[in-house]
């Protein structure tokens, strides 16, 4: 596996299929935020389009991480990836 420190192609990052449908993921903006001592944050996500499921859409979002790499890194570990979902904490 192999992280480009500057690159901003999706691609590039190695992601892993979504865990529950098996579909392809995109790494998104998820939200944006001013941080009083860090200033402007961005907070990233990966997400599942896939809507070709039998049953329905899968949209599993992973809760958002404060930079690309994290987030990245935390989705291939299977990291915070299952809690909404399962738990339906919303
Ligand atoms: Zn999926």
Redesign the pocket.
Same mark, same amino acid.
Do not use: A, T
């Given at each position: 596996m192999k992280f480009g420190p500057t690159r901003e192609n999706d691609d590039s990052w190695g992601l892993l299929p =979504?865990p529950? !449908?098996g579909?392809a993921?995109t790494l998104e903006l998820a939200k944006e935020s001013i941080d009083v001592i860090y200033g402007p944050r961005r907070w990233w996500g990966v997400v !599942?389009r896939?809507t070709g499921n039998v049953g329905g859409t =899968?949209c599993?979002e992973q809760v958002p991480s404060a930079s690309k790499r994290a987030a990245v890194s935390r989705w291939n570990m299977r990291n915070g990836v299952s809690e909404r979902l399962q738990e339906g904490e919303e």
């Open positions: =979504c529950f !449908c579909g993921v !599942c896939n =899968c599993m």
